[in-house]
């Protein structure tokens, strides 16, 4: 390493030591934020699959990989007894709007 | 609860830690988790804590079986509709796949003060976080020479899934066209509300096409149908009429099992061919021994943001042994969705995260009324953090408008779903 590069290396260093320690909340809250969603979208598992992971047995829609705006049309169309169900326009009316965005968001971010 | 029945001492054993047991090597200092019971509660509160701490948390689940066997779908075994190979799942998914330390023993005793539970085949396990899954005993003395009439199988109750049902299942088979089956229905709260009308259900399907002048009798203790009463009672008028008959406020007190006959506190005796007698249910012994019983001796108060017992720190209690919040029913469903705001909570309290202010449960029980159509209950449930309580969210939830056949397809996925979201 050329001798001129040290002192911006070491300066890039201490930043870097910086913002790990100072990131320390931020990363528990968002550690906390996904541990939240993923038990959010757990509520949603007895019939759709671990992590939207529908059984083939089963033959109920696959949550996991749904495009996230299909999937929060989908779930509004329910909500407002526009899509006609049998039982989804029950349950989507137990969620919030703010709720039922998170459930697409991580659904759709699942493989 | 009396604080004498808090277990104190325990005799000296191998104290057998957790860590370094799920997967091998180099977990020393890591947290543990003793499950007890491997139920939809125990099994996923097992299986979502090692999915939510990414595997940093290690986790011992005790339960006898050697294999999970379900209560709903049952009733099918029970009317000749499935076999018990399609109700059962082993316990490998949750070693297996995730880790789970999964012992076949019992649990003797809980030390809540010294945080161990000494197992029967003598070992002392230690814990940080204890979740008591022990589902529901019976309170055999609420009836007199139930007991006795079910231990020399004259009187059945089938109510935990495994060989009852079989046992139960025989004496239908035998009993002749023309016979009575009555069952009988402990008050509220009990395991399973639809399930004893599901039952009589699909025992009178079975009845209709094998022993067409059979009878179905329904001896109700509460005051009328517990559950989707409207529409268990037209498909009783519309697909069983003459068949099924339903009486309410029949509270068994007592039965004679060389007569197959129970008698009631106020109506008269009522004499059956076969007599499934639902005994009155607690939570489960080990909860009661425990002294973490404190509604009534009964069932387990716990906090419900995180399911923690009010009468032990760090021991959790969930399933059908707890004193339920508002509308909140003993399913397997709402086990399982207990289970999963339990493994959340001890998840973040274990990593140092703040727990969810606001989780969430949902509730859907689906019965079938003959083999192929089928009925729903479904309820959302949201904790409300001034009342300190789970609540059905306003608008939510609701039943069937019509019993259906698209609905005994859900009730099939369901199974399979839950089954996979419960052990594999």
């Given at each position: 390493?050329?001798?001129?590069?040290?002192?911006?290396?070491?300066?890039?260093?201490?930043?870097?030591?910086?913002?790990?320690?100072?990131?320390?909340?931020?990363?528990?809250?968002?550690?906390?934020k996904?541990?939240?969603?993923r038990?959010?979208?757990?509520?949603?598992?007895?019939?759709?699959?671990?992590?939207?992971?529908?059984?083939?047995?089963?033959?109920?829609?696959?949550?996991?990989?749904?495009?996230?705006?299909?999937?929060m049309?989908?779930?509004?169309?329910?909500?407002?007894?526009q899509?006609?169900?049998?039982?989804?326009?029950?349950?989507?009316?137990?969620?919030?709007?703010?709720?039922?965005?998170?459930?697409?968001?991580?659904?759709?971010?699942?493989? | 609860?009396?604080?004498?029945?808090?277990?104190?001492?325990?005799?000296?054993?191998?104290?057998?830690?957790?860590?370094?047991?799920?997967?091998?090597?180099?977990?020393?200092?890591?947290?543990?988790?003793?499950?007890?019971?491997?139920?939809?509660?125990?099994?996923?509160?097992?299986?979502?804590?090692?999915?939510?701490?990414?595997?940093?948390?290690?986790?011992?689940?005790?339960e006898?079986?050697?294999?999970?066997?379900?209560?709903?779908?049952?009733?099918?075994?029970?009317?000749?509709?499935?076999?018990?190979?399609?109700?059962?799942?082993?316990?490998?998914?949750?070693?297996?796949?995730?880790?789970?330390?999964?012992?076949?023993d019992?649990?003797?005793?809980?030390?809540?003060?010294?945080?161990?539970?000494?197992?029967?085949?003598?070992?002392?396990?230690?814990?940080?976080?204890?979740?008591?899954?022990?589902?529901?005993?019976?309170?055999?003395?609420?009836?007199?020479?139930?007991?006795?009439?079910?231990d020399?199988?004259?009187?059945?109750?089938?109510?935990?899934?495994?060989?009852?049902?079989?046992?139960?299942?025989?004496?239908?088979?035998?009993?002749?066209?023309?016979?009575?089956?009555?069952i009988?229905?402990?008050?509220?709260?009990?395991?399973?509300?639809?399930?004893?009308?599901?039952?009589?259900?699909?025992?009178?399907?079975?009845?209709?096409?094998?022993?067409?002048?059979?009878?179905?009798?329904?001896?109700?203790?509460?005051?009328?149908?517990?559950s989707?009463?409207?529409?268990?009672?037209?498909?009783?008028?519309?697909?069983?009429?003459?068949?099924v008959?339903?009486?309410?406020?029949?509270?068994?007190?007592?039965?004679?099992?060389?007569?197959?006959?129970?008698?009631?506190?106020?109506?008269?005796?009522?004499?059956?061919?076969?007599?499934?007698?639902?005994?009155q249910?607690?939570?489960?012994?080990?909860a009661?021994?425990?002294?973490?019983?404190?509604?009534?001796?009964?069932?387990?108060?716990?906090?419900?943001?995180?399911?923690?017992?009010?009468?032990?720190?760090?021991?959790?209690?969930?399933?059908?042994?707890?004193?339920?919040?508002?509308?909140?029913?003993?399913?397997?469903?709402?086990?399982?969705?207990?289970?999963?705001?339990?493994?959340?909570a001890?998840?973040?309290?274990?990593?140092?995260?703040?727990?969810?202010?606001?989780?969430?449960?949902?509730?859907?029980?689906?019965?079938?009324?003959?083999?192929?159509?089928?009925?729903?209950?479904?309820?959302?449930?949201?904790?409300?953090?001034?009342?300190?309580?789970?609540?059905?969210?306003?608008?939510?939830?609701?039943?069937?408008?019509?019993?259906?056949?698209?609905?005994?397809?859900?009730?099939?996925?369901?199974?399979?779903?839950?089954?996979?979201?419960?052990?594999?």
């Amino acid at each position: 390493m050329p001798a001129t590069l040290r002192p911006l290396f070491l300066v890039a260093l201490t930043g870097l030591g910086a913002a790990l320690a100072g990131g320390a909340t931020a990363a528990d809250a968002n550690a906390a934020k996904k541990l939240h969603a993923r038990a959010l979208a757990a509520t949603c598992a007895q019939c759709h699959g671990t992590d939207g992971h529908a059984v083939a047995e089963g033959n109920q829609p696959r949550l996991a990989g749904m495009e996230q705006e299909f999937l929060m049309a989908q779930l509004m169309a329910f909500r407002s007894g526009q899509r006609p169900a049998t039982v989804m326009h029950q349950i989507t009316k137990g969620y919030s709007e703010a709720q039922l965005t998170t459930l697409a968001q991580y659904f759709s971010a699942q493989k | 609860m009396q604080r004498r029945q808090v277990l104190t001492a325990l005799a000296g054993g191998v104290s057998l830690g957790l860590a370094g047991c799920a997967t091998g090597g180099g977990s020393a200092g890591r947290a543990r988790v003793l499950v007890v019971g491997g139920g939809y509660g125990g099994a996923t509160v097992s299986k979502y804590i090692r999915l939510l701490s990414e595997q940093q948390i290690d986790v011992m689940m005790v339960e006898p079986n050697r294999e999970f066997v379900s209560c709903p779908v049952s009733n099918l075994v029970l009317a000749g509709m499935k076999d018990m190979a399609a109700i059962t799942t082993p316990y490998t998914g949750l070693s297996g796949r995730h880790g789970v330390r999964v012992v076949h023993d019992r649990v003797l005793a809980v030390d809540v003060a010294k945080k161990t539970a000494q197992l029967e085949s003598g070992t002392t396990v230690a814990w940080d976080k204890l979740v008591l899954a022990p589902g529901v005993d019976f309170m055999w003395d609420q009836t007199a020479g139930l007991k006795a009439a079910h231990d020399a199988g004259q009187i059945l109750h089938a109510w935990k899934a495994g060989p009852e049902t079989m046992a139960l299942r025989r004496q239908l088979e035998a009993m002749p066209d023309g016979g009575v089956f009555a069952i009988a229905i402990p008050e509220a709260p009990y395991r399973c509300p639809p399930g004893p009308y599901e039952r009589a259900s699909v025992v009178a399907a079975y009845f209709k096409k094998h022993k067409p002048r059979a009878k179905v009798l329904i001896l109700d203790a509460n005051p009328d149908v517990t559950s989707k009463g409207p529409l268990f009672k037209k498909a009783w008028a519309d697909l069983y009429a003459g068949m099924v008959e339903y009486r309410p406020q029949h509270k068994a007190v007592s039965v004679d099992g060389n007569q197959r006959l129970v008698r009631f506190e106020v109506q008269d005796d009522v004499k059956a061919d076969v007599l499934n007698v639902l005994p009155q249910m607690r939570a489960g012994a080990l909860a009661v021994q425990t002294g973490l019983a404190n509604a009534n001796a009964r069932w387990c108060h716990v906090n419900f943001l995180n399911f923690e017992s009010t009468a032990a720190k760090d021991v959790h209690v969930i399933g059908d042994a707890i004193q339920v919040a508002t509308g909140m029913p003993k399913s397997g469903h709402m086990a399982n969705a207990q289970a999963k705001v339990t493994a959340a909570a001890i998840v973040a309290e274990l990593q140092g995260l703040e727990i969810n202010p606001q989780p969430m449960l949902t509730n859907v029980c689906l019965s079938y009324v003959d083999q192929g159509q089928a009925i729903h209950v479904a309820s959302v449930h949201e904790y409300v953090s001034d009342k300190k309580s789970f609540f059905p969210v306003a608008g939510s939830g609701g039943v069937s408008a019509v019993r259906s056949a698209q609905e005994a397809k859900n009730a099939e996925a369901w199974a399979y779903n839950i089954w996979a979201d419960t052990l594999k």
